[in-house]
């Protein structure tokens, strides 16, 4: 069953748009608790007033993250059981679905129409699978996510397992080789119209930390609150090694992407990436030129205070 974006109360088209989400995003006027709550009731005790007097969850708590992001995954999107592993990487449901509706856009965009037959390559799916689950039933696309870690792999495949509707449009596939990306995941004479990634962003776990303890007291500065002082600083959103951290970081890590996208110029016709630190953009965009590919974009997505970026290239 795939969600119909226009599918919304007269309750909550009547909400201010949020600046910055894509215009077709579900979320882009905010979060209905109290309706979050009525289909997901394990959501309930970490709802309660913020500073301001408005119904919210405590974002530095990464249980009530986790739960939120079942909540959402429920309401909207008609997935059950969506769970994740303790420490596992939780991601923000509302900007992984714009990363969906601009790769969308981009599809839309070369092909001139419509297509219903739209395959996507998840790199590094990781436990929680989010970005197939979001192209199936938003759009009714057949995906395929690969990770390195078995067991993100085996979670993943539970909740496939709890949603009979994804089975034949959500497949998993592992990685055997640490050193490569595509090769050994995408198969002779076939094609993908997409790839999507989340790359990991620290080159070490103590460098992830203390990026983690920068959101947190980014997110008590937004409450209006001191900021967050911990003696052992924890992953919020979480992570699990690859998830989160790699030799080199993201920078080494999108070189190594880019150049084996080369690779499989003819097999995939739009291949992407999040790139979350700026400083990383340029020397990306200079090598994909470099390599021959033949239209570059750089999409800005912003999601409150937050500002993210997708770098996507085609060579065909």
């Known amino acids: 069953m795939t969600v119909n974006p226009h599918n919304r109360s007269e309750k909550d088209r009547a909400k201010p748009v949020r600046k910055g989400l894509h215009p077709r995003n ?9 309706a979050l709550v009525k289909s997901h009731p394990a959501l309930a005790p970490h709802v309660k007033p913020n500073a301001y007097g408005q119904l919210s969850i405590d974002f530095a708590d990464p249980l009530a993250v ?3 992001n079942a909540a959402l995954l429920n309401r909207y999107y008609n997935i059950v059981d969506w769970d994740i592993p ?10 992984r679905a714009d990363y969906i509706y601009y790769m969308a856009d981009l599809i839309r965009f070369g092909l001139g129409r419509e297509q219903p ?14 970005y197939p689950l979001l192209a199936c039933q938003i759009y009714g696309w057949q995906c395929v996510g690969s990770d390195i870690n078995p067991h ?3 979670n993943v495949a539970k909740i496939i397992a709890n949603n009979p509707t994804l089975k034949d449009r959500f ?6 080789d640490k050193n490569h990306i595509f090769e050994g995941i995408i198969q002779p004479g076939e094609f993908f119209d997409v790839s999507v990634c989340n790359p990991p962003f620290h080159a070490s776990l103590d460098e992830a930390l203390k990026g983690s303890q920068r959101k947190r007291n980014n997110l008590a500065r937004s409450r209006g609150e001191q900021k967050v002082k911990t003696k052992s600083p924890t992953l ?3 992570g699990l090694g690859a998830e989160l951290w790699c030799k080199g970081g993201e920078q080494l890590f999108l ?7 080369q690779t499989y110029s003819t097999q995939c016709r739009w291949f992407s990436s999040l790139v979350s630190k700026a400083d990383n953009v340029k020397p990306a965009k200079k090598l994909i030129g470099k390599l021959g590919a033949v239209d570059c974009r750089e999409i800005e997505m912003q999601q409150g205070n937050k500002v993210t970026r997708i770098l996507a290239w085609t060579f065909m």
């Open 236 to 238: 919020n959103f979480g």
């Open 26 to 34: 579900l979320h882009n006027q905010g979060y209905d608790f109290p």
């Open 66 to 68: 986790k739960t939120l």
């Open 86 to 95: 303790e420490g596992a990487l939780c991601p923000p449901i509302p900007g």
């Open 171 to 176: 497949s998993l596939r592992a990685q055997p």
């Open 255 to 261: 070189k190594k992407l880019i150049r084996e996208s």
């Open 152 to 154: 993100s792999l085996e």
């Open 117 to 130: 037959n739209i395959k996507l390559l998840d790199i590094g799916t990781g436990a929680n699978g989010i």
